[in-house]
């Protein structure tokens, strides 16, 4: 049985940084892409960022949402069977409950989609005040 749990998530104010971790179980993170999501109140969920499974771990293996590039970092460790999202200087409009997902897209593009990913953590929930 697969297992996603995200955790890291809190209440900061605007310009400060969390780091989110996803560890896994029942399934090697590094063998598959990872990705992660967002939701905000009344809204859909939405890419923020994604690790391909060809160049996993590899500097330049990842790619963001417009929103957050520059901003927010994908990164893991194998030896954990776990992924991370750091996030610098956080904005209100990034508050949202974050959400780790584990898939095989096969292009950036699929990457970007729910669709692709098979498993998914229960989020975690991330508010940043004005």
Do not use: H
């Not at 999501?37 to 160049?55: C, T, Y």
């Amino acid at each position: 049985q697969v297992q996603l749990v995200e955790s890291g998530g809190g209440l900061v104010q605007a310009g400060a940084s969390l780091r989110l971790s996803c560890a896994a179980s029942g399934r090697t993170l590094s063998n598959y892409a990872a990705g992660w999501f967002r939701q905000a109140p009344g809204k859909d969920r939405e890419f923020v960022a994604a690790v391909s499974l060809r160049i996993w771990w590899r500097v330049g293996g990842a790619y963001y949402a417009d929103s957050v590039k520059g901003r927010f970092t994908i990164s893991g460790d194998k030896a954990k069977n776990t992924v991370y999202l750091q996030m610098n200087s956080l904005k209100p409009e990034d508050t949202a409950v974050y959400y780790c997902a584990s898939g095989l897209p096969l292009t950036p593009a699929q990457g970007q989609s729910v669709s692709s990913y098979e498993y998914w953590g229960q989020g975690t929930q991330v508010t940043v005040s004005s």
